[in-house]
Structure formats: C-alpha cells, structure tokens
C-alpha cells in the first residue's frame, strides 16, 4: 500500500497519454496534492491540472511522462493511467485503455495510423457504428468565440464527463412540498 495523503511531497493523479475530449496528443490529466484516490472521487477537493505538478514536482512529473512514453506503444491505445506519489516518489497504480469523446476516437484513430502505432484497417475497425453516430449529438460548438463567452461566464465547474451538453440552469432550491408554499410536480 503506497500512501498520498502524508504530505505536501505526496499525492494522487489520474491522467491520459491524449486529450480524451480533443484526442489531441497532449499530456492529459489531473492530481490533488495530500490526497488519496478516494478524495478525487469524492470531489471534496478540486484537482489541479498536471501542468501544476510539472512546476511544483518537477521530478514526479518527468517520471510520469516516461512512463506516458512507454505504455502507448505496447498497448497502441490512449491510456489512462492512476498513480499515487508517496513522499516525492512515484508509483503507478494502474493503466487502461481510455474512455473518448467520439470526435476524439476518430482523431486518435488517424493520428495513431499515421504515427504507425496501429494499421489503417486496424483503426478503421476500432469504430463501433455508435461512434459514428454520436458526431452528430448536439454540443456546444468548440469554434465560438472565447471572448465573447468568457464575458458571459456566470460560474465554472469541473465536467464530469466529456460529451454532449444538455440541461437546465437552475438558480434556486424547489419550495417545500407540503404547505401553503407546495409546488406541485408530475414525473
């Protein structure tokens, strides 16, 4: 058992060898310093992206991006990979092929044919018919312009997962259901 919660030298991450939403190849990932997994889970905490790592534990994180290196190429998939930091030393839980947006399977898929990491037929193969379809959901469009957004931005959170955008905006908690106030609902 490796422990993250022991200090500020100490932590926790997950992270992908790509950018599971753009399937961009960049170092993906996020950690909590002083953490254990289940801390990330329990989302007491906001994560820091790795870029933070690189400057705070700049030994851990060139660890950490040799071990990306190697595993990409024996496996020829995008991986995900968990691992603890125990005072300033580095232990790698475990890795798995990752979960993509399907705009990113199709990128990963080309890129990883030109890159020679998989055949052509074999990229070709990894798409189910849903991946095809699922292009065609409805998103919020990634060209819009960002300063236009940004001066309309009410609040920020943390996407839970990487995908169609769908909902309500809600500002208040429901009125009781009992009483003068009652709202009355039907599901």
């Given at each position: 058992m490796?422990?993250?919660?022991?200090?500020?030298?100490?932590?926790?991450?997950?992270?992908?060898?790509?950018?599971?939403?753009?399937?961009?190849?960049?170092?993906?990932?996020?950690?909590?310093?002083?953490?254990?997994?289940?801390?990330?889970?329990?989302?007491?905490?906001?994560?820091?992206h790795l870029d933070e790592m690189a400057k705070t534990m700049p030994k851990v994180y060139a660890q950490l991006e040799k071990v990306r290196e190697k595993l990409e190429k024996p496996y020829r998939d995008m991986q995900n990979m968990e691992s603890t930091v125990e005072e300033g030393r580095l232990y790698m839980l475990q890795t798995r092929t990752g979960k993509r947006t399907p705009a990113a399977a199709f990128r990963m898929a080309v890129d990883m044919a030109n890159e020679k990491l998989v055949t052509l037929l074999e990229a070709l193969l990894r798409r189910k018919a849903e991946d095809i379809e699922r292009p065609f959901y409805p998103v919020i469009d990634s060209k819009i312009d960002r300063k236009l957004l940004s001066s309309k931005i009410l609040a920020t959170g943390i996407n839970a997962v990487p995908g169609a955008a769908a909902g309500r905006v809600v500002f208040f908690a429901p009125k009781p259901r009992n009483g003068p106030n009652a709202v009355k609902r039907s599901f």
């Open positions: 490796v422990f993250g919660n022991i200090g500020e030298n100490s932590g926790t991450g997950l992270c992908f060898t790509r950018d599971p939403s753009s399937g961009e190849k960049i170092f993906y990932g996020d950690y909590l310093v002083n953490a254990q997994r289940k801390d990330v889970v329990a989302g007491i905490r906001t994560p820091m």
